[in-house]
């Protein structure tokens, strides 16, 4: 009560208005915030105005920048890895048992329909492993992936096929009501079509890129109009209300454009130090000429004696009246790599990247630093993996399995296909790591399962990103051909040490 006061002309408590202390410093008016006059405007307001302007920079970056470049790179290795996300159907039949003649079946029909012979893009020529590769760059650069669904067995005999589409195509310029396209009078905000519910109902593209004139004699702007339901548009939503992505690397654009830029002025001041230019300068001995009023070293024939290519170990006696006066621009600068560092860290951390491996720098590092930044890197591409199995292969499944259903290409059983569908019955397994030092994680891992606190299943499919159900079929043929062949197979330490005991109670008897 000690922070109210009693007016005596109303009797009532109040609380005294809130002092400069009080406020949020960065309200604040002094000298500090000069230049920082901002005003707060929605999040399509915000990206509006800079849309294609903030697309072109970044494309650029992804053209033309190392580090951005290492960055898509570690990002594609790192989520969806080299042998891709692998569907793992769980369905159970009756008896609660694994039903694994359907579940086989149903994912050898999801692999089969990921193969380039099956290309299940529009244009061919992809794979599915080569779809999530794109689709992570599209989500990096273009900050939104758009694919338009599209069923045919024209493209694969599952009919059932997607197409990318250009960012640049969803006309960010269609605004307002009363487009022609639009239906019931609804509102579009950047090429998006939505209800009073503020639901997409549809989107509106450009029939070809803005610069696809090019190749074409019709300039003609046209659209095509798109029901939502066949168009699947990602991207991260920062703000209520938001309709269009933002690319991942547009806050750290301009450190990467600076950094490239600093990089190539030192390049070219290096390589003009290493050319230790010189310069000849008279001294007090030239009179301005010789007997006929030639310059030093020129004879009546104009022949230049004086030699403007250097060659190592040569000397040369210089004529009388000129000096030499070197250029030495002291390249590279000495404080090259905090520069670089402090850039380059702030780079990596806008992008949510690996600094020591953005910029392949493990100076000064220890072990302890680098596992503690591998962990947390890993659980960044966690989240990553997250997004691009909710966003893209879950709702991408459902779709591919009622096609293929249609088409007759799916082996497994329609109601059980349905019906794993509608349960849920199935995971997504992306790729594992290993760790920095495997012999002291086994051993951590191997106290884990001993005390309980983790389980053979969950260590396989984190470590090594597999089925466990599948390493134990290839152990068990593998222990079959081997004991044909009389050979011994190792079956863990528990099993080694209990073998170990069996022999020497035989010898003792």
């Known amino acids: 009560m000690s922070n109210f006061k009693y007016n005596l002309t109303t009797g009532q408590f109040h609380r005294p208005a809130a002092t400069s202390k009080e406020r949020f410093y960065s309200a604040g008016s002094s000298d500090s915030f000069v230049g920082w006059d901002v005003g707060d405007v929605s999040a399509n307001a915000a990206w509006y105005p800079q849309a294609l302007k903030v697309l072109a920079r970044a494309r650029d970056l992804e053209r033309n920048n190392d580090y951005v470049r290492a960055f898509l790179r570690l990002n594609k290795v790192n989520v969806i890895g080299p042998k891709g996300i692998k569907l793992r159907s769980c369905r159970k039949n009756n008896r609660r048992n694994p039903d694994k003649v359907f579940n086989d079946l149903f994912e050898a029909d999801y692999v089969s329909s990921g193969k380039i012979k099956n290309s299940p893009t529009v244009e061919g020529g992809l794979s599915r492993?080569?779809?999530?590769?794109?689709?992570?760059?599209?989500?990096?650069?273009?900050?939104?992936?758009?694919?338009?669904?599209?069923?045919?067995?024209?493209?694969?005999?599952?009919?059932?096929?997607?197409?990318?589409?250009?960012?640049?195509?969803?006309?960010?310029?269609?605004?307002?009501?009363?487009?022609?396209?639009?239906?019931?009078?609804?509102?579009?905000?950047?090429?998006?079509?939505?209800?009073?519910?503020?639901?997409?109902?549809?989107?509106?593209?450009?029939?070809?890129?803005?610069?696809?004139?090019?190749?074409?004699?019709?300039?003609?702007?046209?659209?095509?109009?798109?029901?939502?339901?066949?168009v699947e548009h990602s991207y991260f939503r920062e703000r209520p209300g938001q309709v269009r992505g933002v690319p991942l690397i547009a806050p750290g654009a301009t450190r990467a454009r600076m950094l490239d830029k600093f990089e190539e002025a030192i390049a070219v001041g290096s390589r003009v130090a290493a050319s230790k230019m010189l310069f000849y300068k008279p001294n007090d001995e030239w009179d301005g000429g010789g007997d006929d009023g030639a310059e030093p070293g020129v004879e009546d024939d104009d022949e230049l004696h004086l030699r403007q290519e250097v060659e190592p170990g040569m000397a040369e006696r210089l004529p009388r009246g000129l000096d030499v006066e070197t250029f030495d621009p002291s390249y590279p600068?000495?404080?090259?790599?905090?520069?670089?560092?402090?850039?380059?860290?702030?780079?990596?951390?806008?992008?949510?990247?690996?600094?020591?491996?953005?910029?392949?720098?493990?100076?000064?590092?220890?072990?302890?630093?680098?596992?503690?930044?591998?962990?947390?890197?890993?659980?960044?591409?966690?989240?990553?993996?997250?997004?691009?199995?909710?966003?893209?292969?879950?709702?991408?499944?459902?779709?591919?399995?009622?096609?293929?259903?249609?088409?007759?290409?799916?082996?497994?059983d329609e109601t059980k296909v349905r019906l794993l569908l509608e349960d849920e019955c199935y995971r997504?397994?992306?790729?594992?790591?290993?760790?920095?030092?495997?012999?002291?994680?086994?051993?951590?891992?191997?106290?884990?399962?001993?005390?309980?606190?983790?389980?053979?299943?969950?260590?396989?499919?984190?470590?090594?990103?597999?089925?466990?159900?599948?390493?134990?079929?290839?152990?068990?043929?593998?222990?079959?051909?081997?004991?044909?062949?009389?050979?011994?197979?190792?079956?863990?330490?528990?099993?080694?040490?209990?073998?170990?005991?069996?022999?020497?109670?035989?010898?003792?008897d």
């Not at 072990?367 to 990553?384: E, G, H, K, N, P």
């Not at 790591?433 to 389980?455: F, G, I, R, Y």
């Not at 597999?466 to 062949?485: G, M, Q, S, T």
């Not at 099993?495 to 109670?505: I, L, M, P, V």
């Open 428 to 508: 997504f397994q992306p790729r594992g790591w290993q760790w920095v030092d495997p012999a002291k994680d086994m051993a951590a891992n191997q106290s884990a399962l001993e005390s309980n606190l983790t389980s053979e299943q969950r260590l396989v499919e984190e470590l090594h990103g597999e089925d466990y159900e599948v390493i134990l079929d290839e152990k068990a043929d593998f222990k079959k051909a081997a004991e044909k062949r009389g050979l011994k197979v190792f079956e863990g330490l528990q099993a080694a040490q209990q073998s170990d005991d069996d022999d020497n109670g035989e010898q003792e």
């Open 333 to 412: 600068p000495g404080n090259l790599d905090e520069f670089i560092q402090a850039m380059g860290r702030g780079l990596a951390s806008s992008v949510g990247g690996d600094y020591t491996m953005m910029f392949n720098d493990l100076k000064g590092t220890s072990y302890s630093t680098l596992r503690q930044a591998a962990i947390s890197q890993r659980d960044v591409y966690r989240c990553l993996q997250a997004f691009y199995i909710e966003h893209h292969l879950e709702p991408d499944l459902h779709c591919w399995a009622e096609a293929a259903l249609l088409s007759g290409a799916m082996r497994g």
């Open 129 to 230: 492993r080569d779809m999530g590769d794109m689709w992570l760059d599209r989500l990096a650069v273009d900050g939104e992936v758009i694919l338009i669904r599209r069923y045919s067995t024209k493209y694969n005999k599952y009919g059932y096929a997607r197409q990318f589409v250009d960012a640049a195509q969803l006309d960010h310029s269609l605004n307002g009501r009363g487009y022609p396209l639009a239906e019931n009078n609804n509102i579009l905000k950047m090429g998006v079509e939505f209800d009073d519910d503020a639901r997409p109902v549809a989107y509106h593209f450009l029939t070809e890129h803005p610069t696809e004139h090019i190749w074409q004699t019709n300039e003609k702007r046209e659209h095509v109009r798109v029901e939502a339901k066949f």
